[in-house]
């Protein structure tokens, strides 16, 4: 009787944490499309473009999936925006959500804070950020917002 009590609570918290997990995704999903509406990019879903060819950190070969890939053109300036979960094997043993943005350009025009990096690689310069509590949406689209603001006022 104790045990099927516990499994009866266990598997109930397990469904929870799984309902709030899709849940999460779901809401980063939405704030993706309609931003990619906002700005007048395209919303790709799990699908880089072919002309998308950054070769360093965060390694192609590292990422583990990606999705919620924007991509479009400001001020003739060709943008990638995406999600994505870095190998492990790459940043440590665990997993990591990484957010991306990049521009088909040599420099990167945008200001970053501490927490973001930027990358060089075959003509295209990235911003981008590591999870601090294994949340997709490491940068948020208010963030990326104003990232492409800046980037429109070039």
């Not at 109930?12 to 997990?21: D, H, P, Q, V, Y």
């Not at 799990?46 to 999936?65: C, D, H, I, V, Y």
């Not at 990358?119 to 590591?130: P, V």
Request: include cysteine; charge should be positive; aromatic fraction near 10%.
């Amino acid at each position: 009787m104790v045990y099927d009590v516990r499994f009866a609570l266990g598997f109930a918290l397990s469904a929870l944490l799984t309902m709030l997990w899709l849940l999460i995704l779901r809401r980063r999903k939405t704030a993706m499309e309609k931003l990619a509406t906002r700005w007048n990019l395209q919303y790709r879903g799990k699908q880089l473009p072919s002309t998308f060819l950054m070769k360093s950190k965060p390694r192609p070969a590292a990422r583990r999936k990606v999705f919620n890939v924007l991509e479009g053109t400001l001020d003739g300036n060709t943008v990638v925006i995406f999600d994505s979960i870095v190998n492990g094997t790459f940043f440590g043993q665990r997993a990591v959500f990484c957010t991306l943005i990049a521009c088909q350009m040599a420099d990167y025009p945008f200001p970053k804070s501490a927490k973001e990096k930027i990358i060089h690689s075959n003509g295209w310069t990235a911003l981008y950020r590591l999870a601090e509590l294994s949340l997709p949406g490491t940068i948020g689209t208010e963030r990326i917002e104003q990232l492409l603001a800046e980037l429109s006022a070039e």
